[in-house]
């Protein structure tokens, strides 16, 4: 089946710094992939939606030069955390689209900012 | 912004049928109902997804009322494993271009507590 792999699963990093997560279709290619945080024991919120080859569709309220979305080719979008700070500490899933499968979600990355 | 909604939580007994209700009343004509789960602390899983007709697969069964204002998702034999946040979701399906968009709005879904 579709496999959408996210890494890393884990991160802690320095308030102030910027951190990276890829989202990964493994065996499919996907046009498009959405971006989601979610905090404790709340729902997950729809941040961006990542297009293959150009700019990223963001949802109102979410700053796009906070929260960079970069999806060079079909099978990896990425989404960049700049100058972190402890309010950026949530849980975010990536979500990709595969032509029999409907969506895949990653398996999310816990990002904590100290 | 979501379309559903849904019960915040509930309890099933381990063995029995777990029936998940989500009203959906402002679904359009084609979009379809999507059901998710949530473990915690891991991504979404998808169970079934279905328009009108009702669907049944090795996960779940999908029961739409005639008018497409709601559904339930059935768990037939709930386990422990079940226990989990299920999302129910409407949207078009992919590749069906939709003016509001074809992104998957999470409500705040069901909290399913499965007891022993």
């Known amino acids: 089946g579709a496999v959408v792999s996210q890494h890393p699963s884990r991160v802690i990093c320095k308030s102030g710094t910027s951190v990276k997560i890829e989202c990964r279709s493994l065996d499919f290619q996907a046009t498009t992939m959405f971006w989601y945080r979610q905090f404790p024991k709340k729902s997950l919120m729809l941040m961006a939606t990542?297009?293959?080859?150009?700019?990223?569709?963001?949802e109102q309220g979410v700053e796009k030069d906070k929260f960079l979305i970069n999806h060079a080719s079909l099978t990896l979008s990425t989404l960049t955390v700049t100058s972190a700070h402890p309010e950026d500490s949530s849980f975010y899933i990536c979500?990709?689209?595969?032509?029999?499968?409907?969506?895949?979600f990653g398996s999310g990355t816990r990002l904590t900012v100290v | 912004d979501a379309k559903t909604t849904q019960p915040p939580s509930m309890d099933c007994a381990e063995g029995r049928a777990a029936n998940l209700p989500c009203n959906h009343s402002?679904?359009?004509?084609?979009?379809?109902v999507y059901w998710y789960r949530q473990i915690h602390s891991q991504g979404p899983q998808y169970i079934i997804h279905?328009?009108?007709n009702n669907e049944t697969n090795e996960m779940a069964s999908l029961i739409i009322t005639e008018d497409r204002k709601s559904s339930t998702l059935i768990l037939p034999h709930a386990t422990l494993r079940d226990t989990a946040v299920y999302y129910c979701i409407v949207r078009p399906p992919r590749g069906v271009r939709s003016t509001t968009g074809n992104q998957f709005y999470f409500g705040t879904g069901t909290s399913l507590t499965v007891i022993p």
């Open positions: 979500s990709a689209g595969a032509a029999n499968y409907g969506y895949t």
């Open positions: 990542s297009n293959e080859g150009s700019k990223a569709t963001y």
């Open positions: 402002t679904i359009s004509g084609n979009e379809y």
């Open positions: 279905g328009l009108k």
